[in-house]
């Protein structure tokens, strides 16, 4: 699966909700999401640009899936696939 070409900032940080993710501030242009999901604490900055670069998306979908413990294209059929 590819990543999408259309996603924003926003949408991205509402889809991640159902992994435990919540937007613990903002600053600017950028939120910052925190997750308890595994008993540790996760952070990653996503920016609420809108669509998010393709490497933006990437970077942040590599991140989340290592923090997860689950193969990225498993993480990408379950956030993406519902749009």
């Known amino acids: 699966?590819?990543?999408p070409r259309d996603i924003g900032g926003e949408e991205l940080a509402s889809l991640l909700e159902?992994?435990?993710y919540r937007v613990a501030r903002q600053t600017g242009s950028h939120m910052r999401l925190t997750s308890s999901y595994k008993g540790e604490e996760h952070h990653i900055t996503i920016p609420?640009?809108?669509p998010l670069r393709v490497g933006t998306?990437?970077?942040i979908v590599k991140?989340?899936?290592t923090y997860?413990?689950?193969n990225r294209q498993k993480l990408?059929?379950?956030l993406?696939?519902?749009r």
């Open 1 to 3: 699966m590819k990543l």
């Open 18 to 20: 159902i992994y435990g």
């Open 48 to 50: 609420r640009h809108k």
């Open 57 to 59: 998306l990437g970077s």
């Open 63 to 65: 991140a989340v899936a």
């Open 68 to 70: 997860l413990e689950i």
């Open 76 to 78: 990408m059929e379950d």
């Open 80 to 82: 993406f696939k519902q």
